[in-house]
């Protein structure tokens, strides 16, 4: 495949990544949520397989496989086995309806296209397209956090945050040192594990995890 | 003269090719039940056999219900006129472009509408008002793909999207134009009155939006309706083809030429056809006051198929 | 050509004054009215001469010393904005001669006859007077004629509310009105419009902005535009209706003039972020003004809401000439001006054809709530046919003269594509899809006028005892459904005419690009072309050939029975769907922006499982009257009632106040 398609192609791939950071916004189904973060981290690690194999840098494409191995694997599984054993319901509930964090998310679009739209004459990279891309995910990550009630939806935020700032990594520098992305990696693999041991504490100490239960928390 | 020729038998071609659409989705559906489904003889049968029937209209209804059918086939005869099949032109392509097509589409909605408000019953009333509600729902997210796809092309007419894409290749389409894509195709599942927005094989009340309308309709007027609406499903799916698979389209007038368009053209169409029909199988309809929601969700796309245009080409 | 107009003014002031004159009610009803139309015709006649022949003429007479003289200038502009009004007085006078027998025995015929004619050549006058004084003259007596032509039924409370209600906005606006005029005299040193032309080019910029925001807030009160809207739907439904159909339809239209006179002949450059203002507000109430409407059961509120939508509509397409103006492209700044005239001309057709057709519903059963309409269409057929017509062209559907010139504000819109400011490629096609929002929920609003009132089953006594109405009102109703017809075939007609009217305004050195239109055709390359004609003729060749064929090969047996009433014994008129039913999807999905509340009560007796009773009410929030209006006034009245404190009734206490006065201003002097 030529060099040129290639970057046609991981466009296309940018542009289904939005859709995807869209689609966990617009289910309403926490296992449909799953599965499109499932997918994100696909495109994701496809996006690093092409760049890897355009720019020959072979540490991305390590990078690709443990990206699928851990994102699109690994961690979906998790979530779906916290999900079944602590029965949560089916329904993802949120403080603003669908529509209305749509329209959130379309805004929040925009502002990440505004902000970098000086970045698209300073940089020589072919690939500037990536970084409102990646911020938009950053934000969106943001609205799932704080628009959701139970706290698993709430991670699922924190990880899509997580994904952006990869993808930046990936297409700004072409790569952090390996060291850096397995420390990285290793990292959230870590935080699911605690996160999902939490859970099943929070909800056996207060029955429920539904994060509004815990403002009663306060002084 | 030919060229005459050509754009009629594009249009005939468009006309009679209408049920056979149903009868594929029809078989898809059928086959995923387990059932054999109907023949494809059967599905112009349905349609032939009404004409020689006694039709029973109702003693509220005045002329509208009389004269609806007629308004509701001719404009729809006219927006097949306008779409370009297989050739970039259409018979009336010199005057028509993307907002005449969504009005006409209106004009016989606007009947249609009124129709089923004529025969006094609660029906009517209530597939009417859904119908006028979400299709505007609808319009909003259809014009604004159709207009991102104008603004990519410089050029508000089909044709002129047509040629824009057609000189262009896949990859390039497909990255700018697949949002406008999603968009329109969930506006074709509403306008064809699809599951997930509407049941096209039920009569219940809780889940009757078009047949509603048409409840009181019989005999000869049922047949112009059934018609009128398979012919609006197959230019839907017509524009989804040719705006965004715009090869094997003909330029030259020889015969092998048209042949190869045709063999085409059938093949993109079933595919699509294959695709909504996927789509029924796979969803459940959803509660009347969530499909703003799918609505939304086209918009969204739209709009980011619009920002898209303009962040990615200046 | 003056003598023409001095004819038509003539003949209303004639029409004016002839109520005090003849004695009895039916006789001054006749004449009066025959007097307005006679002007009317002339009207027609001379501003049609103008806008063919593209002359105009003057005239001066003699003024006030310091004010400058009454100068009448027919130019295009002018004289479209006559023909319009003409054009719509005609139908509505021919109209009202039936139409108000059944006030004839009060002796309120005569005011009526009074201010229904100086209500026209108000307007009239106020079109082609070419000095801010006389302008402020006449606007002023226009407003006070359609004041008391609101009052008309002052029995009714609603009809005072409305009136006062009406009274105060429109007062604020003719502030607004009068500032920015002073503000631009001042800077050209005279009252007249030559002047302020002359004087144009240099006029300071925060000037030019101040004036800018006067004129807008201004005639904007007059116009309709939303948030200044509010005395739109109260004032439009209490007039008779055919001064309803004059105020809907020429009345706001003044307005405009007077922003198309202003931003386009007296203020020079125009800066970009005007348009955006303009396009902003127009957008909003084209949207809002429909969404309302739905809500609406009254025949003529529903109407009035739809009013603020097409003047949304029609800025929307004034707005888009100020942007292309400001970007110097004036060929595309033509079009866009050429579109928004031509939808004040159908707006005006086809609003006052609906607005007579609820005057002949109310007419014949007493009632404008669509609740308790229905089944009129077989009780009254020409009616029906003509209210379709109307709600056919005002959804803008082809072939009628609606789709032709909102296709063209499509046009304008979209035509912006080609523009160097990213946010105007951006914006301008998410705007011509709101529009085509707010179109599709005008289709919505009036199948739902139409369907109810007209078509189904009787829902009450009155609707089903209604009768057609007489021949001179449904001569009126056919003649604007011929227009709204008329107009659509001959667009391209009219288009030539609207481009020179638009050409004594913008100087398009160029023509705009790929713009033509022959007898058939509009046409603007990259988009396609229209031609209602050749729509008209395909539709219904298409419908004679079903036709037909189907009376050749199909059964033609018919058997009439009930409706499907799902095996119950039969149904009733209750069973149909309501008016308040059918908005009910919008409602729900649109209840941010309504606030619905809802109120039961229910009644038992003691009885706890038996209930005798039921109460449900249902009301929408029109925000801006309940979050803007109501605190506002409710400020002012406290403000004022603490002001109250200065008025005791003690003449010592007012003489101190002169004393003290006296003293600060000696203080003040000495200083100096």
């Not at chain 1, 092409?50 to 020959?56: Q, T």
């Not at chain 1, 290793?186 to 909800?203: C, T």
């Not at chain 3, 507000?281 to 097409?310: H, P, Q």
Request: with cysteine; net charge positive.
């Amino acid at each position: 495949m030529s060099s040129e398609s290639i970057v046609h192609l991981v466009h296309f791939l940018g542009m289904l990544l939005l859709i995807t950071s869209l689609g966990i916004i617009a289910s309403p189904l926490l296992s449909a949520c799953i599965r499109f973060y499932a997918m994100h981290s696909f495109l994701l690690s496809l996006i690093t397989l092409a760049i890897a194999y355009n720019h020959h840098l072979w540490h991305l494409g390590i990078s690709a496989l443990l990206t699928f191995l851990l994102k699109v694997i690994a961690i979906p599984q998790i979530f779906f086995a916290i999900s079944r054993k602590i029965g949560v319901r089916k329904e993802v509930e949120s403080y603003i309806n669908i529509p209305s964090s749509l329209f959130l998310a379309v805004i929040l679009i925009f502002v990440s296209f505004y902000v970098t739209a000086g970045a698209k004459t300073g940089s020589a990279l072919s690939s500037w397209e990536f970084l409102p891309i990646a911020i938009a995910t950053v934000f969106l990550g943001m609205l799932v956090m704080t628009t959701r009630k139970k706290a698993i939806t709430q991670v699922l935020g924190l990880l899509l945050m997580e994904n952006g700032l990869f993808l930046m990594g990936i297409t700004m520098t072409f790569g952090m040192p390996l060291l850096v992305e397995l420390g990285i990696l290793f990292d959230v693999l870590v935080g699911i594990i605690m996160m999902g041991i939490f859970i099943f504490k929070i909800r056996s100490a207060f029955e429920g995890i539904d994060v509004d239960d815990m403002t009663v928390l306060k002084g | 003269m030919t060229k005459f020729l050509l754009l009629f038998f594009q249009w005939l071609l468009l006309v009679a090719l209408a049920p056979s659409v149903s009868w594929f989705i029809k078989r898809m559906k059928a086959a995923s039940q387990n059932r054999r489904g109907p023949t494809l003889v059967q599905v112009y049968a349905d349609l032939i056999k009404l004409f020689p029937k006694e039709m029973v209209v109702s003693q509220t209804a005045s002329w509208i219900f009389h004269v609806m059918p007629f308004i509701l086939l001719a404009s729809t005869f006219v927006v097949a006129a306008l779409v370009p099949v297989l050739w970039t032109d259409s018979f009336l392509g010199f005057t028509g472009d993307i907002i005449v097509f969504v009005y006409l589409l209106g004009l016989g909605r606007f009947f249609l509408a009124l129709a089923a408000l004529d025969t006094g019953t609660t029906f009517g009333g209530m597939g009417s008002s859904r119908e006028m509600a979400l299709s505007s729902l609808g319009e909003l997210a259809l014009l604004l793909a159709f207009f991102s796809l104008g603004v990519y092309a410089h050029a508000f007419s089909f044709a002129g999207i047509m040629t824009h894409f057609a000189a262009h290749g896949p990859m390039e389409v497909l990255f700018f134009t697949n949002l406008a894509f999603g968009a329109i195709l969930i506006v074709t599942l509403a306008e064809t009155a699809r599951i997930p927005v509407d049941n096209p094989a039920t009569h219940l009340e809780l889940t009757m939006i078009h047949e509603a309308m048409i409840l009181e309709y019989s005999g000869k007027y049922l047949a112009l309706i059934e018609w009128s609406h398979q012919i609006k499903q197959l230019v839907f799916l017509s524009l989804l083809a040719n705006l965004f698979l715009p090869w094997g389209i003909f330029n030259v007038p020889t015969t092998t030429a048209l042949g190869w368009s045709v063999l085409v053209y059938l093949v993109k169409i079933f595919f699509l056809a294959f695709v909504v029909g996927w789509i029924e199988i796979h969803s459940a309809k959803l509660r009347l006051f969530r499909v703003p929601d799918l609505f939304a969700i086209a918009f969204v796309l739209a709009i980011l198929s619009l920002l898209g245009q303009l962040m990615f080409r200046g | 050509m003056e003598f023409l107009l001095f004819g038509q003014i003539v003949f209303y002031l004639a029409g004016a004054i002839l109520p005090f004159i003849l004695k009895d009610g039916g006789v001054i009803n006749r004449w009066t009215h025959i007097s307005a139309i006679a002007g009317g015709l002339i009207g027609v006649v001379y501003s049609l001469a103008v806008l063919v022949t593209g002359q105009g003429f003057s005239f001066a007479a003699p003024g006030l010393p310091f004010v400058g003289n009454l100068s009448l200038v027919v130019d295009p502009l002018s004289a479209f904005f006559i023909f319009v009004i003409s054009f719509l007085s005609v139908p509505a006078t021919i109209f009202a001669i039936r139409y108000i027998q059944e006030f004839q025995d009060k002796k309120r015929i005569a005011f009526l006859g009074f201010f229904y004619n100086l209500f026209i050549l108000a307007m009239i006058l106020v079109v082609c007077v070419h000095n801010a004084f006389y302008f402020l003259v006449f606007w002023e007596i226009m407003s006070l004629a359609s004041y008391f032509l609101v009052v008309f039924e002052h029995e009714k409370i609603q009809a005072r509310r409305a009136g006062i209600i009406y009274l105060v906005m429109t007062h604020i606006g003719t502030a607004f009105i009068a500032a920015s005029f002073w503000l631009l005299a001042g800077h050209a040193g005279s009252f007249a419009f030559a002047d302020f032309h002359l004087q144009a080019a240099t006029l300071p910029p925060a000037l030019k902005n101040a004036i800018f925001w006067t004129v807008l807030i201004g005639f904007g009160t007059k116009a309709g535009i939303i948030p200044l809207h509010i005395w739109l739907p109260e004032a439009h439904p209490q007039a008779p209706s055919h001064v309803s159909a004059l105020m809907s339809g020429v009345m706001i239209k003044t307005a405009v003039y007077a922003l198309i006179r202003f931003f386009l002949s007296f203020v020079g450059e125009v800066p970009l972020w005007w348009g955006v203002v303009i396009l902003s507000l127009a957008i909003i109430s084209a949207v809002l003004g429909i969404l309302y409407a739905l809500m609406e059961r009254d025949l003529k509120r529903l109407l009035a809401f739809s009013s603020i939508e097409n003047i949304g509509i029609i800025l929307l397409g004034f707005g888009m000439t100020l942007i292309f103006v400001a970007t110097d492209k004036p060929a595309y700044a033509s079009f866009a001006l050429i579109a928004t005239l031509f939808h004040v001309l159908n707006h005006a057709s086809f609003k006052g054809l609906l607005f007579l057709g609820a005057g002949a519903v109310l007419s014949k059963t007493h009632t404008g709530n669509a609740e308790e309409l229905g089944g009129l269409i077989k009780r009254m057929p020409w009616t029906a046919v003509c209210f379709l017509t109307g709600a056919v062209a005002i959804s803008a559907l082809p072939p009628l003269n609606g789709f032709v010139s909102k296709w063209m504000i499509f046009c304008s819109l979209l035509s912006a594509h080609q523009s160097q400011e990213l946010a105007v490629r951006f914006f301008t096609p998410i705007l011509a899809a709101l529009l085509g929002f707010a179109g599709a929920l005008a289709a919505t609003c009036f199948v739902k006028a139409f369907g109810i009132c007209f078509l189904g089953e009787p829902r009450s006594e009155q609707a089903r005892h209604a009768v057609e109405v007489s021949p001179s009102m449904q001569w009126a109703m056919g003649l604007l459904a011929g227009s709204c017809l008329g107009f659509a075939l001959l667009a391209p007609w009219i288009v030539s005419i609207l481009q020179k009217v638009s050409g004594t305004l913008i100087e398009a050195d160029t023509p705009i690009p790929n713009f033509t239109f022959n007898g058939l055709f509009i046409t603007l390359a990259d988009f396609g072309q229209i031609s209602p004609l050749v729509f008209g003729w395909m539709l219904s060749g298409a419908i004679l050939i079903l036709f037909a064929a189907l009376a050749i090969f199909a059964n033609r047996k018919v058997m009439l029975a009930p409706s499907w009433a799902c095996g119950l014994p039969g149904l009733t008129a209750r069973m149909q769907y309501t008016a308040t039913g059918y908005s009910k999807p919008i409602r729900r999905i649109f209840s941010f922006l309504y606030q619905p509340t809802r109120q039961v009560e229910l009644e038992d007796e003691g009885h706890e499982i038996l209930r005798t009773a039921q109460r449900f009410e249902s009301k929408t929030t029109h925000v801006f009257d309940e979050w803007i209006y109501r605190p506002l006034a409710k400020c002012m009245l406290f403000v004022s009632k603490k002001a109250k404190l200065m008025q005791t009734g003690h003449i010592q206490l007012y003489l101190s106040y002169i004393f003290i006065t006296l003293i600060v201003l000696l203080v003040y002097w000495s200083r100096l």
